[in-house]
C-alpha cells in the first residue's frame, strides 16, 4: 500500500477484554515497530521485528502483551486482560530495513481506550 | 541501555522567535539520528535525518539539525518560527551495528507559537 495502515483507528474495550490491534507496512519494507503514545509520555518502544531474525522485544511492559508478524508483513499487537492504564495511542510505523540508513514511516495509530 | 533525552517538555514562542530542541542521546556507537513531528491531529511525519557526512543537515519548513558527536547531541534549530510550526517533535536515534535497528524516541517537546 502507499502508507502504513493500522487498524481499527480507535478502539473502545471493557476491562478484562483481550484486544487485537492490525498494522500493515508499507510493501516490501522489512523493519516494523509498535509503539505506545500515552499523553505526556512521548513514544514507548514496545517491540521490533527484522525480517526473519527473533523480534526485540524489550519494550513489551508486561506479559499481556504479545506481537507477532506473519510472513514478514503484517502486524499483530494483542493485548490480553485489559487494564485501565493499556489505555493508549499505539503507533506502527515500518522502515525499509531496520539496520540500514533508512528512515521508518508511521500509521494513524490506533486509540485504545479501555473502560 | 540505549535513551534519549529532550530538555523541554513545553516551549511557548512568539511567531518569528527563533527555536532551538536540544536533544542528546547515550549510546556511543554509529547511530542515525531523526527528528520527527507530529502536528495536531495527524500522524508523525520525518522532519530530518542523519545519516553521515555533513552534520549540519536541513530538513522541510525551514528546519535543521547540527549533530555534534563530542556532546552526543541533535538538536533542532530554525530561525524564525510560524503559528504553523506548533506541533510536538521528537528526537529519535537508531543504532547501526551491534543490535542496531532499534529506534528510540525521546520523550517529546510540545511548541507553541503564538501569533
Known amino acids: 500500500g502507499a502508507g502504513v495502515s493500522q487498524s481499527p483507528s480507535n478502539k473502545v474495550t471493557e476491562k478484562g477484554k483481550d484486544v487485537e490491534l492490525r498494522c500493515d507496512p508499507i510493501s516490501g519494507h522489512t523493519a516494523l515497530y509498535w509503539y505506545r503514545q500515552s499523553l505526556g509520555q512521548g513514544l514507548e518502544f514496545l517491540i521490533y521485528f527484522q525480517g526473519n531474525s527473533a523480534p526485540d522485544k524489550s519494550g513489551l511492559p508486561s506479559d499481556r502483551f504479545s506481537a507477532e508478524r506473519t510472513g514478514g508483513s503484517v502486524s499483530t499487537l494483542t493485548i490480553q486482560r485489559t487494564q485501565q492504564e493499556d489505555s493508549a495511542v499505539y503507533l506502527c510505523?515500518?522502515?525499509?530495513?531496520?539496520?540500514?540508513?533508512?528512515?521508518?514511516?508511521f500509521g494513524q495509530g490506533t486509540r485504545l481506550t479501555v473502560v | 541501555a540505549q535513551s534519549v533525552s529532550q530538555h523541554n517538555h513545553h516551549v511557548i514562542l512568539s511567531e518569528a522567535a527563533s527555536l532551538e530542541l536540544g536533544c542528546n542521546y547515550s549510546y556511543g556507537g554509529t547511530v542515525n539520528l531523526f527528528w520527527y513531528v507530529q502536528y495536531p491531529g495527524q500522524h508523525l511525519q520525518l522532519l530530518l535525518k542523519y545519516f553521515s557526512g555533513d552534520p549540519l543537515v536541513k530538513g522541510i519548513k525551514g528546519f535543521e539539525a547540527e549533530f555534534i558527536k563530542s556532546k552526543f547531541s541533535f538538536n533542532l534549530r530554525k530561525p524564525s518560527v510560524q503559528w504553523s510550526d506548533t506541533a510536538e517533535y521528537f528526537c529519535a536515534v537508531k543504532r547501526v551495528y551491534n543490535q542496531g535497528g532499534k529506534l528510540i524516541f525521546g520523550q517529546g517537546t510540545e511548541l507553541s507559537v503564538k501569533p
Open positions: 510505523a515500518s522502515s525499509f530495513t531496520g539496520t540500514g540508513n533508512t528512515e521508518a514511516f
